[in-house]
């Protein structure tokens, strides 16, 4: 597929269809990649890597990519396309100065699972049969690949690409995924359990924004959070009211936004489930204004920036209970 892929790269640059590909360069180890921007069929041949740790979603860099001269080509998986359309609807990319290559997903991995089970010193992996090879600096090791899956691609919703201008192998369907179990076992806890439970979770968090920075949804040039005025701009939080209203303000910010891509949780260095909080937002939306996922099409109006009479009341609150 790596191979695939940069040939069509270079083919749209060398005939001007393009002028700039965004995709994933190699990092220092074998599984560090990040994404970056290539101009020339050289930095293509050097540098340029798709594999089983490609598993960012590109589609936030364009909005400024696509504010740049040229067009860009960007290679995107089906959960980043639903990213991408949505980024459309809220005019933040300009989508005729895309190119976009539809490609394959996951399942792809995540390196602090093969961490966690004492494996250090990763130089490289072979996936043969379902079972990881790892290469390390003492020896080879192996696990099971679905040990290894990256949580986002776990409750994989779809492995259909929304938009595209070309697709590089097959397109896959809409799946019947498990994404809201766990949040219906929070929804059967008590409230104190429930309090308890996101307690222990926002505790262990260091306020880096990660998750805001790489949340598609996150795009505005005046982030409340970066308010010099508001007393809590980048920094720690200091108490638990803190650490529960960044969450809770950025949970409110996205919802009807939120396509269920998984970066919050999958960059987050404290490993907080944060997708739990806006899946609930997701599912809540599903049941009360009716079936909705963001950024599946360019026409759709989002529930919460839309009013029909059937619309639930607020009273809903109560008559759904706290418990
Ligand atoms: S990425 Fe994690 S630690 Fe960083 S601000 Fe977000 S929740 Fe907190
Ligand atoms: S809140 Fe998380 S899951 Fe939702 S769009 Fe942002 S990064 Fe993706
Ligand atoms: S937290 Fe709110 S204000 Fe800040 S970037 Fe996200 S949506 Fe915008």
Not at 16 to 42: H, L, N, Q
Not at 73 to 102: M, W
């Amino acid at each position: 597929m790596q191979e695939t892929m940069i040939k069509r790269a270079k083919e749209l640059l060398a005939d001007g269809t393009v002028s700039r590909v965004i995709g994933w360069k190699k990092g220092e180890f074998g599984y560090d990649s990040t994404p970056a921007v290539f101009e020339t069929a050289e930095e293509l041949d050097r540098d340029f890597v798709f594999d089983d740790f490609t598993a960012s979603n590109v589609s936030k860099y364009l909005v400024k990519e696509s504010r740049k001269d040229g067009k860009i080509l960007a290679f995107l998986k089906p959960c980043d396309t639903y990213s991408f359309n949505q980024l459309i609807k809220e005019h933040r990319v300009i989508r005729e100065n895309v190119y976009i290559i539809g490609i394959p997903g996951g399942p792809k991995l995540d390196v602090e699972k093969i961490k966690a089970k004492g494996i250090t010193g990763i130089l490289n992996k072979k996936n043969e049969n379902y079972t990881l090879k790892i290469e390390t600096l003492y020896g080879t090791e192996t696990m099971m690949f679905y040990e290894a899956i990256c949580g986002k691609c776990q409750d994989c919703k779809s492995k259909k690409h929304v938009i595209y201008d070309e697709l590089i192998g097959e397109d896959g369907d809409v799946l019947d995924s498990s994404r809201f179990d766990m949040v219906e076992k929070l929804e059967n806890m008590t409230a104190q359990e429930r309090f308890d439970f996101w307690r222990e979770q926002l505790s262990k968090c260091i306020r880096c924004n990660a998750c805001r920075n790489v949340c598609p949804a996150c795009t505005c040039e005046k982030c409340v959070f970066d308010n010099p005025k508001s007393g809590i701009e980048n920094k720690a939080p200091s108490d638990s009211f803190e650490e529960n209203m960044f969450h809770i303000i950025r949970a409110f910010h996205v919802a009807g936004r939120c396509t269920d891509c998984g970066e919050c949780s999958r960059v987050c260095p404290q490993n907080i489930p944060l997708h739990l909080l806006n899946r609930k937002f997701i599912k809540d939306i599903n049941e009360l204004y009716g079936e909705y996922q963001a950024g599946a099409d360019l026409t759709s109006k989002s529930p919460l920036t839309d009013y029909d009479t059937n619309d639930c009341e607020p009273s809903i609150v109560h008559e759904r209970g706290v418990e």
